[in-house]
Each structure stands twice: as C-alpha cells, then as structure tokens.
C-alpha cells in the first residue's frame, strides 16, 4: 500500500508542476520561475507541442489520470489487486519513455534544459519505480 500511496502523491506534484507549465502556456502567468531562462526557451520552442498538443497538457492529463488510478489502488478492498498495479507500470511506463524522448529534445535539439522538465522526468520515473515495486511486493504476496 505505501508505494501506491507514494504513487498518489507523486502524481498530485506531477499536477501541481504541469498545471503550473500548462497555465504559462497559456499566457495566464508572466514567466517562469526557472533560475536561468532555459525554462521559457524551452517551453517556448516548436518542440513543446506533441502532435499539435502542448506537451504541458499532455503531462496534467497523463498525472491526473496517475493520480485518478493511484489514488483508487489505496483503497484497502484493493490492496491484493494487481490491476491497478498494472495500469501504473503501463502508464508511467509510458510517460517514462516520453520523458526521455522530450529530455533528449532538450539536450540535443533544443540545446536548453527546463528545470521544471527535469523535475517532471524524475517525478514520472518515480511513479514508475514505485508501480514496480507494487508489482514485486504483490508477486510476493501471492506465490
């Protein structure tokens, strides 16, 4: 239960970090809060949209439904599921992979990394890693 919960919680940053992208793309807040620039360069590239999608909102969608599905494995009826297991492996699994495909962007296409980018890729591996973990602890559990 403590890595679905870590999961959860996870995912509710994951929001908070990509709403707070989404809602600069949007031009509701003036700039970024990044330390060094990089941040705008990037979210500002061409690069930022994933077929005509702003990669932003892919990333709130993609924590809101992490959270949706994290949050619903904490319930204790649950705890012996694998499903929900399941359906976070795939999911951050997922957004793992797009992660490193966005973060090879930055570094070899965009030549600007976004810190609140990084934080995302590492935020998103978590949640990987701790669905992974639930898998094995339920593998565990059942023989």
């Known amino acids: 239960m403590k890595y679905r919960m870590a999961a959860a919680v996870l995912a509710l940053a994951g929001v908070i970090l990509a709403a707070y992208l989404y809602l600069f793309k949007l031009g509701l807040i003036g700039t970024l809060a990044c330390g060094t620039g990089s941040c705008e360069t990037v979210q500002l590239s061409s690069w930022s949209r994933f077929l005509g999608v702003e990669v932003s909102l892919i990333g709130l969608l993609g924590y809101v439904a992490l959270l949706i599905v994290a949050l619903i494995a904490t319930k204790p009826a649950l705890e012996l599921?694998?499903?929900?297991?399941?359906?976070l492996v795939i999911m951050a699994g997922i957004g793992t992979l797009f992660a490193v495909y966005l973060t090879a962007l930055e570094l070899f296409v965009i030549h600007a990394i976004c810190r609140w980018c990084v934080g995302s890729a590492v935020i998103i591996t978590l949640i990987f890693i701790m669905s992974l973990l639930d898998l094995r602890r339920l593998r565990g559990?059942?023989?």
């Not at 599921?81 to 359906?87: D, G, I, L």
């Open 81 to 87: 599921a694998r499903w929900p297991s399941r359906w």
């Open 141 to 143: 559990v059942s023989g």
